[in-house]
């Protein structure tokens, strides 16, 4: 079988983009598992499936390079609004994606891609995760903190203490339709992260693992991130981590609502906005176009 693709990247977070309609590739894990893989295959950090949607525009699905399905990815969804775009599939300036985490809406905007990404999901059950309360753990919860924060009167898991191996980390934990895990370091360039990561995202804290944000505030509008992503391991950028990250920081009253983030791969543009949505700008670029036998 003969499997045409498109390579593309949003910020060196890299994916293969297959488009699906009106065929379905086969055995969708173990191609992703094979696709992705940096020495026998194409090489990404994701697989995306481009599909028609009964409710929206176009529905994308997408595959970890463990092969693993995931709910959300913002650096993807910028890069499947471009092909979409690019080739003439629409010629709507504000696209409706159909993701498991919902309706996800994409904009073009001055040459970059602007994506609403929705309202941030503060409820441990929905994140998922497992808090258990101790007397080193209070969650917020007061009226007057919640109306500030916007969060809509749920209760923020905000500095939660979480032993991995010889340290002792403080997370907030936050879902943009993915769960994440946000913690906050000295300094990020030095930072373990392939320590730490896969033992954060594969704890027992997290039933369905955790993408894990290691950040460093730089000041109110600026913040430096690396991200450990479930199923894929250290990426270059993440866009729902981007997004979580900002939220967090603003939860902690260490930066504004509205922050660029700087990732390994480049810059990120999150803005919390009054309406509780988290909207989120960047780039996304088509590398290669291609065709593999499977």
Same mark, same amino acid.
């Given at each position: 079988?003969? %499997?045409? /693709?498109?390579?593309?990247?949003?910020?060196?977070?890299? =994916?293969?983009?297959?488009?699906? @309609?009106?065929?379905?590739?086969?055995?969708? @894990?173990?191609?992703?598992?094979?696709?992705?893989?940096?020495?026998?295959?194409?090489?990404?950090?994701?697989?995306?499936?481009? #599909?028609?949607?009964?409710?929206?525009?176009?529905?994308? @699905? $997408? =595959?970890?390079?463990?092969?693993?399905?995931?709910?959300?990815?913002?650096?993807? $969804?910028?890069?499947?609004?471009?092909?979409?775009?690019?080739?003439?599939?629409?010629?709507?300036? *504000?696209?409706?994606?159909?993701?498991?985490?919902?309706?996800? @809406?994409?904009?073009?905007?001055?040459?970059?891609?602007?994506?609403?990404?929705?309202?941030? $999901?503060?409820?441990?059950? !929905? $994140?998922?995760? !497992?808090?258990?309360?101790?007397? !080193?753990?209070?969650?917020?919860?007061?009226?007057?903190?919640?109306? &500030?924060?916007?969060? !809509?009167?749920? &209760?923020?898991?905000?500095? #939660?203490?979480?032993?991995?191996?010889?340290?002792?980390?403080?997370?907030?934990?936050?879902?943009?339709?993915?769960?994440?895990?946000?913690?906050?370091?000295?300094?990020?360039?030095?930072?373990?992260?392939?320590?730490?990561?896969?033992?954060?995202?594969?704890?027992?804290? /997290?039933?369905?693992? &955790?993408?894990?944000?290691?950040?460093?505030? +730089?000041?109110?509008?600026? *913040?430096? +991130?690396?991200?450990?992503?479930?199923?894929?391991?250290?990426?270059?950028?993440?866009?729902?981590?981007?997004?979580?990250?900002?939220?967090? &920081?603003?939860?902690?009253?260490?930066?504004?609502?509205?922050?660029?983030?700087?990732?390994?791969?480049?810059?990120?543009?999150?803005?919390?906005?009054?309406?509780?949505?988290?909207?989120?700008?960047?780039?996304?670029?088509?590398? =290669? *176009?291609?065709?593999?036998? %499977?």
């Amino acid at each position: 079988m003969k %499997l045409e /693709f498109t390579k593309m990247h949003g910020l060196g977070n890299d =994916f293969i983009l297959i488009d699906c @309609r009106g065929f379905e590739p086969p055995a969708l @894990r173990g191609l992703a598992q094979q696709l992705c893989h940096r020495r026998f295959g194409i090489g990404a950090d994701q697989l995306l499936l481009l #599909y028609p949607s009964d409710g929206a525009d176009f529905k994308m @699905r $997408i =595959f970890n390079a463990d092969g693993s399905e995931v709910e959300m990815c913002g650096n993807g $969804i910028r890069c499947f609004a471009k092909y979409i775009w690019d080739r003439g599939l629409s010629d709507k300036r *504000i696209l409706e994606v159909e993701t498991i985490a919902g309706i996800i @809406r994409p904009e073009k905007v001055d040459g970059l891609v602007r994506v609403d990404m929705g309202e941030p $999901i503060f409820e441990p059950e !929905k $994140i998922p995760v !497992k808090i258990v309360p101790s007397s !080193k753990f209070k969650v917020q919860s007061s009226e007057k903190e919640n109306a &500030t924060l916007n969060t !809509k009167h749920s &209760t923020p898991v905000v500095d #939660y203490p979480l032993q991995i191996d010889d340290r002792e980390f403080k997370i907030t934990c936050v879902s943009m339709g993915n769960p994440h895990a946000v913690i906050i370091v000295d300094n990020v360039s030095e930072f373990p992260v392939a320590y730490y990561g896969p033992m954060i995202e594969n704890h027992s804290l /997290f039933p369905k693992r &955790t993408n894990v944000e290691f950040i460093e505030v +730089m000041s109110s509008s600026e *913040i430096k +991130m690396r991200v450990w992503e479930r199923g894929s391991g250290e990426t270059m950028a993440c866009g729902t981590g981007a997004a979580a990250s900002a939220v967090a &920081t603003h939860l902690k009253m260490l930066a504004e609502k509205s922050v660029t983030v700087h990732l390994n791969g480049g810059d990120l543009s999150i803005d919390w906005a009054a309406d509780n949505h988290v909207y989120m700008t960047g780039p996304a670029v088509e590398v =290669f *176009i291609g065709a593999i036998t %499977l």
